[in-house]
């Protein structure tokens, strides 16, 4: 087996990094696709829902951020929860440490950027039987974001011409996210409760309350319940 | 791989964190659920409720979001070909 020049391998690595996320693009680009479609129909216009695309690129928190901003909810609840679900990337990049111990600062941050659970996979999946490559990663990197972004383009394009959405049953795209992000943060029973709680709260704070407020309303006394939740049980543990 | 991974924050606020998504994040589904055109229907021909049902049906087992939605927004059209 020759041996190449190590620009020669770096650039093998690139072109299998690139073409590693292929299967996978069906599925980003459906996401990339839905989102598009989400953000017009929620107000944005064609640019700001593109420039989220290009520069936020995290699927999970560009749909529930548009979702809570065309339901009313507030900056800072938007803000805790982009934060706690993209609280998975700590995780994701500290294990990726050991594979980036020597490569430059400027790689690091833009392969940071560049991080997304699909690349994730590839790259562990990769570096667990190979030798980590940081132009593996880049071409996997690459090639989500560009799909991702590409197919928010289509369906930011597509967005205006979908007309009601709700004809089509579509707009159940946007609770049923909301379902697959909630359901695994439901760890332990004071969490279920805490759901409970806000779920038959915010139905009748609907019935009652003018306008958004009951998001907020409901939202903080559940909050606060389950803050009382975990005094209690502290109070009963140290007894 | 870069900022804060040592932020220190207090226990308690982080306790009380997790239940932020958790409270919002309910309180957006259920309404869009239970009230889809503005008032409140419990009945089995709300389309959306048994949606809702099936997607969180669909998540527990598969935790698959193009499939919960695929599958909730089919429940959806079927039910209005067939119960309209």
Partial sequence: MQMLSHHEASL??????????????????????????LAIQAGLSFLESTLMSL?????????????????????????????????????????????????????????????????YAITMSRFSKNAPS?????????????????SSI?????GPLVGKPQAWG?????????????????????????CITAGLLSIACFT?????????F????????????????KRRSSR | MALL????????????MRFVPIAVLTSLIVPSLLAPKGHVDFSFTNEYLIAGIVATIVTYRTKALILTIVLGIATILAMRLFIS
């Fill in chain 1, 12 to 37: 093998q690595e690139f072109r299998l990094g690139l073409r590693a996320p292929l299967p996978l693009a069906i599925g980003v680009s459906s996401f990339g696709l839905a989102y598009g479609i």
């Fill in chain 1, 55 to 119: 520069t936020v690129f995290a699927g999970a928190a560009q749909f529930v951020a548009t979702g809570m901003l065309m339901s009313g909810a507030g900056a800072l609840p938007i803000l805790v929860t982009t934060f706690m679900i993209n609280s998975r990337h700590f995780l994701m990049s500290a294990s990726l440490a050991p594979y980036v111990g020597g490569w430059k600062l400027r790689w690091k941050a833009l392969l940071s950027f560049l991080l997304a659970d699909e690349t």
């Fill in chain 1, 134 to 150: 940081k132009y593996y990663q880049l071409g996997v990197g690459l090639n989500v974001y560009v799909v991702w972004l590409l």
């Fill in chain 1, 154 to 158: 289509v369906g930011s394009a597509l």
């Fill in chain 1, 170 to 194: 579509l707009d159940f795209a946007l609770p049923a996210t909301f379902i697959v992000l909630v359901l695994p943060m439901l760890q332990n029973w004071r969490d279920v409760l805490v």
């Fill in chain 1, 208 to 216: 009652w309350l003018p306008g958004k407020w009951y998001v907020t």
């Fill in chain 1, 218 to 233: 409901a939202s903080l006394v559940a909050i606060a319940f389950g803050w009382g939740l975990v005094e209690l049980c």
């Fill in chain 2, 5 to 16: 991974s040592n932020a220190r924050i207090s226990k308690r606020i982080a306790d009380t």
